[in-house]
């Protein structure tokens, strides 16, 4: 099969991870795959290193604008009517949007739309949200099948008429990298700070990943604990907001905002423990990626998390927004090393059997035909 993906962003995140994987692997098994993105970044380079063909969109962009939209519209249906596809996988709410209509007035291919989350489930404005709420169900209506990755996501259109048919549940695979030594990752991502017992995060500096908790959270385990350290890798927009916090709490020298890290699930086990404060989630990418290294969890129980991590067997999970709950939880794993490790290798089996990138890439392929 001729294969196109279509995605908005190309900096690296958990929709351009899967994006990447879904086309290096389709290319693999002897398809033809090419990836329109809008723009360049960690995404395209990564595909250019495995020779998979990328053509830049530049108007298909995550900011909106009417001019911007239209350009974009009729870029995508060139495209199209160019390369012919006989399957066209979009991803994003905006690639989605725009690439599910021009195919169907194009009238080439079939169509798979990728949910990687809704984002009326952010902190916006309630107009915003019925407005992104109708525009996703016009999207699913448009797509011949739409992929959730949880199944929180599929639960979260089950207002929509018209569209249960259309929707099924693929969860991610997770690769397992090729890891680093426990000392390895510790004099890289902190020099100075090797010793200690390490919470670690990776989570984009994002409102809605609630980073402010965890901050919280450490400055309460750290009154009995004071060894107890912080590290989070990621980037993004409340990063300045989140360095004022650390030094209103006195944490410096406690908690490393360590920026952007490439292969960042390499340097995992240099954590003691694993944190996600997230309050909204489609799936959980970061989870699975500790889950995998075996790492104690202590997560927020909201959207597809509790599909990963099952409370009290494979791991701990917590109401969001509940920075005493949080310190709670990291404080009993601490204090109970042996649950810790039993809570960490249980979890590593679960991810094992039912996040592996086979199994993601075979039944993704099956919608295709």
């Avoid at 929707?167 to 030594?181: C, F, R, S």
């Avoid at 017992?197 to 409102?207: N, Q, R, V, Y």
């Amino acid at each position: 099969m001729k294969i196109l993906y279509v995605i908005t962003k190309t900096n690296w995140g958990g929709a351009q991870k899967y994006v990447c994987d879904l086309a290096t692997a389709a290319k693999a098994a002897g398809h033809e795959v090419v990836v329109a993105a809008g723009g360049t970044g960690l995404l395209t380079e990564r595909l250019e290193t495995a020779g998979v063909r990328i053509i830049v969109l530049e108007g298909l962009t995550r900011d909106v604008g009417i001019l911007r939209e239209v350009r974009a519209f009729f870029a995508l249906i060139r495209l199209l009517r160019h390369e012919r596809p006989e399957v066209v996988h979009v991803n994003s709410s905006k690639a989605g949007g725009l690439g599910a209509l021009a195919t169907r007035l194009a009238g080439i291919g079939r169509i798979i739309f990728t949910a990687h989350g809704w984002a009326w489930n952010e902190l916006r404005p309630w107009w915003q949200k019925i407005l992104i709420y109708k525009l996703a169900w016009i999207t699913i209506l448009l797509s011949h099948k739409t992929i959730c990755v949880s199944e929180a996501i599929r639960h979260d259109t089950h207002l929509m008429p018209f569209i249960r048919r259309k929707l099924v549940v693929i969860y991610n695979g997770v690769h397992e990298p090729a890891y680093k030594t426990r000392e390895e990752a510790r004099r890289i991502l902190w020099p100075g700070y090797e010793g200690g017992t390490w919470i670690g995060m990776l989570s984009e500096l994002h409102p809605t990943k609630r980073i402010e908790d965890a901050i919280d959270a450490l400055a309460l385990v750290r009154t009995t604990r004071p060894e107890v350290r912080l590290i989070v890798l990621g980037e993004g927009e409340a990063r300045e907001r989140l360095e004022v916090l650390i030094h209103e709490r006195g944490l410096e020298g406690a908690v490393h905002l360590g920026g952007f890290v490439p292969d960042s699930d390499a340097y995992l086990l240099a954590f003691d423990l694993f944190l996600h404060t997230s309050r909204s989630e489609a799936l959980g990418n970061a989870v699975i990626e500790a889950g995998f290294a075996g790492l104690p969890i202590v997560a927020t129980a909201v959207g597809g998390i509790p599909e990963i991590v099952e409370d009290g067997h494979t791991g701990l999970l917590v109401p969001p927004c509940s920075s005493t709950r949080v310190a709670d939880a990291l404080l009993s794993l601490i204090g109970n090393p042996e649950r810790a490790k039993r809570l960490g290798n249980a979890l590593r089996e679960t991810c094992r059997k039912h996040f592996s990138p086979a199994r993601m890439l075979r039944e993704t392929l099956a919608l295709y035909r």
